[in-house]
C-alpha cells in the first residue's frame, strides 16, 4: 500500500465526515468515515513510502480522527459515559504527540499541518467530555446536571493557554467562552422557577454573567464580520431586557452590584424614569457565600440563630450574603465507622459543588463550621485542592493538632482562619482519649490543645466556654461576622 493510496483512503474519509458534520440527517455516515480513518491507521504501519519516525504520528492522526465520528456516534445514541472515555482517548493521543514530537521534527509540510491540527484540538477533546452533554440535557430542560456539565466547560477554557494556537482558534474559543456564559446563564434562570432559595441573588448572577458573556462577544466582533457573533450580542441584549423587565430585584440593587455602563444603558431603554433614579454614587456590593455546619449527634440549632444574625447585619452594610446551611445528619455509632464518615465528607464535596455551580465564583467564600462538621470540612479541603475558603471558623474542633494549614495555604485554599479554643472543651478531651488509647487515630483534639505550630494567618480565640458554649449571637456579632467581613 502506497501513501498516495492512504491518502486517498483518508480523503474520502474526511469527505464523509465533513458531511455528517453538515446536517443532522447524514448523521448515518459517521460509521463508515470511522471505518476508513481506522484502515488508514492501520496501513500506515505497512507503507514503506512514509518514513518510519513519521509513522507514529500518522497513525495518531488517523486513530484521533476514528475516535472522533465514534464520539459522534455515542453521542447521538446518547451513551454519555461512552462520550467521556473516548474524549480521555483523544487528549491522550493529543498529549503524547505533542509530548514526543516538535514541528521541526515533521518533515513535510502536510505533516506540519496535521500537528497544528491537534494542537488546536486539544481544548476541544477535552470540552468534548462536557459541552456537549450539556446541551444535550439543557435540550431535556435538565438544568442542573446542564449546568454541571457547562461549568466544568468554562473552567477548561479559563484554565488553558491559548497563545500557541492558531488565530481562528483562539477566536473559536473565545466566542466557546461568550456561548458557555450565556448558555449558564439560561440554566439558571431555568434552575430559579423551581423552589430554592437566595433567588435574588442568583438574578444577580445571571445578570452578571450575561453581562461578561456581551462583553467577550463585543471584542470578537472586532475581529471578524461573521454576522453570527451580532446576533449573538442581540439575543443576550434581548434576554438581560427580559430578565430586567420581570426583576426581583430592584434596579438600584442590581446596578450597584455589577456598576455596569452597559446595563445602566439598557436600563434606560427599558425604562428612562427608572434609570434616572439610579444612584451612580453607591458602594458596589460584595459578594460571600458561607458554608456552616453542625456538629455530632445535633442538628445543630445554632444555624438558625446564625441565619438571622448574618441576614440583619448584611443589611447595614456593603455585602451581599449568600448563606449555604447543611445538615449532614446525626451522628452515633456510625460515629466511628471510616465508611459512614466517607460517605458524609463526600456528601460535603457534593454540597460544594453544586453551590457553585449554581452560583459561580463569588469574590469570598467562607466556611463555619463545629465539632464534627469541622472534621468532614477539614478533611474535604484536604483532599480536594479545587476548594478553597478564604475565611474559616473552626468551633470546638476535632481536628489533628498537626493538621497541615501550611499546605493548603501554599496551595492559596486558605487565606484567614479564627479557631475558637477552650480548655474545658470536654468532648474534645474525649476525642484525645479516643485517639491515644482507642485506636481512632483519625480524630484530633485541637479545639481544646491547640495546633504543634503558630501560624500568622490563623487567630485563635481563648475562653473557658465549653463545647458549645461560644455559638451565642453575641459571639456572632462581637467576633464572627466582623472576622469574616473584614
Request: charged share 25%; net charge negative; glycine share 4%.
Amino acid at each position: 500500500m502506497t501513501e498516495d493510496e492512504i491518502n486517498s483512503i483518508i480523503e474520502k474519509a474526511s469527505e464523509l465526515k465533513n458531511l455528517a458534520n453538515s446536517k443532522v440527517e447524514y448523521h448515518i455516515i459517521y460509521p463508515a468515515a470511522q471505518e476508513l480513518y481506522r484502515i488508514g491507521y492501520e496501513l500506515v504501519s505497512e507503507c514503506t513510502d512514509i518514513p518510519t519516525d513519521q509513522k507514529e504520528f500518522l497513525s495518531a492522526v488517523y486513530l484521533y480522527e476514528s475516535l472522533d465520528c465514534k464520539y459522534s456516534i455515542a453521542l447521538k445514541e446518547k451513551k454519555f459515559s461512552k462520550c467521556v472515555m473516548i474524549s480521555h482517548e483523544q487528549q491522550n493521543i493529543i498529549k503524547n504527540i505533542l509530548t514526543n514530537y516538535n514541528e521541526e521534527d515533521l518533515i513535510k509540510e502536510e505533516f506540519v499541518q496535521l500537528y497544528q491540527y491537534l494542537k488546536d484540538h486539544s481544548i476541544s477533546a477535552e470540552l468534548r467530555e462536557y459541552f456537549p452533554i450539556g446541551l444535550y440535557y439543557f435540550e431535556q430542560k435538565e438544568y442542573t446536571e446542564a449546568l454541571t456539565n457547562f461549568r466544568k466547560s468554562e473552567e477548561i477554557l479559563e484554565m488553558r493557554d491559548f497563545s500557541n494556537l492558531s488565530d481562528n482558534f483562539r477566536d473559536n474559543y473565545e466566542l466557546n467562552k461568550a456561548i458557555i456564559k450565556f448558555n449558564i446563564s439560561q440554566c439558571q434562570i431555568g434552575i430559579s422557577k423551581s423552589k430554592i432559595i437566595n433567588k435574588e441573588f442568583l438574578e444577580r448572577q445571571i445578570i452578571k454573567g450575561l453581562l461578561e458573556s456581551l462583553e467577550l462577544n463585543r471584542k470578537i466582533v472586532l475581529k471578524s464580520s461573521d454576522s453570527h457573533y451580532a446576533k449573538m450580542i442581540e439575543g443576550i441584549l434581548s434576554f438581560l431586557g427580559t430578565v430586567l423587565e420581570h426583576s426581583i430585584n430592584s434596579w438600584q440593587t442590581i446596578y450597584d452590584y455589577t456598576r455596569s455602563e452597559e446595563l445602566f444603558e439598557l436600563m434606560h431603554t427599558q425604562h428612562s424614569l427608572r434609570a434616572n433614579a439610579i444612584l451612580k454614587t453607591t458602594t458596589k456590593k460584595v459578594d460571600y457565600l458561607l458554608f456552616y455546619t453542625h456538629g455530632f449527634n445535633t442538628r445543630g440549632e445554632w444555624k438558625n440563630d446564625l441565619t438571622e444574625v448574618f441576614t440583619n447585619m448584611q443589611n447595614k452594610t456593603d455585602i451581599n450574603f449568600v448563606l449555604v446551611p447543611w445538615d449532614y445528619g446525626k451522628f452515633k455509632f456510625s460515629f466511628f465507622s471510616q465508611l459512614a464518615r466517607s460517605k458524609a465528607i463526600a456528601r460535603f464535596e457534593e454540597r460544594y459543588e453544586d453551590a457553585l455551580d449554581l452560583y459561580g465564583k463569588t469574590a469570598r467564600k467562607c466556611l463555619i463550621a463545629h465539632s464534627f462538621g469541622t472534621y468532614i470540612t477539614g478533611t474535604a479541603i484536604k483532599q480536594n485542592e479545587n476548594f478553597t475558603f478564604d475565611r474559616i471558623i473552626f468551633a470546638g474542633n476535632i481536628l489533628s493538632i498537626n493538621y497541615d494549614w501550611e499546605s493548603l495555604k501554599s496551595r492559596n485554599q486558605i487565606s484567614q482562619v479564627l479557631i475558637e479554643k477552650s480548655t474545658n472543651d470536654l468532648p474534645v478531651l474525649v476525642a484525645k482519649f479516643l485517639n491515644k488509647f482507642c485506636f481512632q487515630n483519625w480524630i484530633g483534639y485541637a479545639g481544646r490543645f491547640g495546633f504543634t505550630l503558630t501560624y500568622d494567618y490563623i487567630k485563635i480565640i481563648e475562653s473557658k466556654s465549653g463545647h458549645s458554649e461560644m455559638l451565642t449571637r453575641k459571639n456572632m456579632i462581637d467576633n464572627w461576622f466582623p472576622f469574616l467581613t473584614n
